[in-house]
């Protein structure tokens, strides 16, 4: 069983930062692709960026500059540090990651965190 569980999530003034974590537990024996996306009300979800297990990260055009995603193995865990938040961007972020839950488990699972609320607010 494999679990991730998000944090960091809130209310922030234009302008402001917050950073997300989120961290993966259980039976875990590698993972590939961690990656963050985000649903606003009323609108389909979109992906936010991604990194590989390599670091490289790949970004939506209209975040580059704004958003970073980085990882650590040893923790499993993918964060998303957001800059000069916009109202734009308030929405419900899940991470979401490619996981492999043993040796023989070639191409991995997908799951997904259960969801962490960001309002960007005056």
């Known amino acids: 069983q494999v679990q991730l569980v998000e944090s960091g999530g809130g209310l922030v003034q234009p302008g402001g930062s917050l950073r997300l974590s989120c961290a993966a537990s259980?039976?875990?024996?590698?993972?590939?692709?961690m990656g963050w996306y985000r649903q606003a009300p009323g609108k389909q979800r979109e992906l936010v960026g991604l990194?590989?297990?390599?670091?490289?990260?790949n970004y939506a055009d209209s975040l580059k500059g704004r958003f970073t995603i980085s990882r650590d193995n040893y923790k499993n865990t993918v964060y998303l540090q957001m800059n000069n938040l916009k109202p734009e961007d308030t929405a419900v972020y899940y991470c979401?990651?490619?996981?492999?839950?043993?040796?023989?488990?070639?191409?991995?699972?997908?799951?997904w965190g259960q969801g962490t609320q960001v309002t960007v607010s005056s």
């Open positions: 979401n990651e490619r996981i492999r839950i043993g040796s023989t488990d070639k191409f991995g699972g997908d799951y």
């Open positions: 990194i590989t297990n390599s670091g490289i990260t």
């Open positions: 259980g039976s875990i024996f590698s993972i590939y692709n």
